[in-house]
C-alpha cells in the first residue's frame, strides 16, 4: 500500500493532476491522503471547535452507513460544512472506502511525521553520515490497541445464534460478527486485522482468547521475517577503500532564511512550548516565609528605590510643563 501526503497549499489542479499520475503508474496501489492535511484546509472556513469532533468521526467510519450517520451530525451543526468536505473523495480519507487487505488504518501521515522529526539531528548530514545515523528498528504496539477495544467490549452485549454468527449490541446499533471468517459487519476488523470491540465481546462468550485472531502480519515470527535481511556491521570510513576518483556535489542554491528544522504548524494550533510559564506559581521570600512579595519588591532597599523613581518622574515632569 502506497500513503501519500496531501499538503493544503497545493492547488486544485495540481493535485487533481497528482492523483491521475497515481492512478495511472500504479493502477493496483490504494493512495490515501492525509486527513489532517484536509482537516486544516476544511477548517479556514467552518472554526467553530464543535465541528472538530464529527469531522474526524467521518474520517474514522470503519463503514459506508456509519460514515453517512456521522456525516448527517455533522450537517446539523453545519450544513455548508457537510457540503464542502465531500469536496475531497472520502474514498482516498475516509476508513469506510479503504481497501481490506492492507492491515492499516491511518488516516494520516504521522508515521513519516515522526520518522521525520525522529531523524531531525542526522538529516541535514551529507547522505553517507546521515545513513550511517539512520540504523535501528521499530515495532508496532499492537496490544496497546487490542486493550483499548477490550476495554470498550465491556458497554457491548451479544447474542448467539449457535453456530458461528454472533449479534452484537453497542448502545443503539447491532453488528454481525463471524469468528470463523473473523468478520465483522462494523470492517474494522478486516481493515485492520485487529479484533474490534464487537469481535472481542463475541470471542469472550465463545470463551476464546483476542490475541489468536489478530492477523499473522503482527506476529513475532513475520516481525522476524521482515528484519531477516538486517544490516550487516561495517567498518570505520577509514578502513574503505579509495577510489582516484572525486564525486561532483550537487548543484545547490541556497534559498534565503534559516533553514527549517521544525515543521510548520497549522492556524490555530499551539506554538511548541520552549520553557515552563510562571502563570499560578505563588511568589515566596526565604528570608520571612511569606507569600505575595519577594526580595526585589519588600524591604527598605525596594522603598527607597520606589521614592527615588517617584522623584524623578515628577522631576520630568515638572521640566515638560515649564
Sequence with gaps: MLLLTHFSNLHNVLFQDLLNAVGELFPQIEHRICTRHIYASWRKKHREDDFQKPFWMCAKASSIPFFNFCRAKLAQLTPAGAKDMMSTNPKHWS???FNIGSNCDSVDNN????????IVDVRAHPIISMLEGIRTKVCPNILKK???????AQHCSVIWNGKNGYEVRQKDKRYIVDIDKRTCSCRYWQLAGIPCAHAITALFMSSKPAEEYIADCYSIEEYNKIYDHCLMPMEGMDQWPTDPRKPQPPAYVKMPGRPRKERRRELGEAK???????????????????????SRTCGPRSNAKRRILGAGKEASTFLCLN
Design 95 to 97: 476508513r469506510a472506502w
Design 111 to 118: 508515521m513519516c511525521e515522526s520518522f521525520n522529526n525522529w
Design 146 to 152: 487490542l486493550n483499548k477495544y477490550i476495554d470498550l
Design 272 to 294: 511548541k512550548a520552549t520553557k515552563v510559564s510562571r502563570i499560578g506559581t505563588k511568589i515566596k521570600r526565604r528570608k520571612f516565609k511569606s507569600n505575595g512579595h519577594n
